[in-house]
């Protein structure tokens, strides 16, 4: 069990492939992805 009661982790570990694309969209200047 973790100490987290909150199991941020879980949160950052599904977040991992979105947060790349998102940023590379901003730098791009237009939404690429729905």
Request: hydrophobic share 30%.
């Amino acid at each position: 069990m973790t100490d987290d009661p909150f199991d941020l982790d879980r949160f950052v570990r599904a977040q991992q492939g979105v947060h790349d694309v998102a940023l590379d969209e901003l730098h791009r200047g237009r939404k690429s992805t729905r």
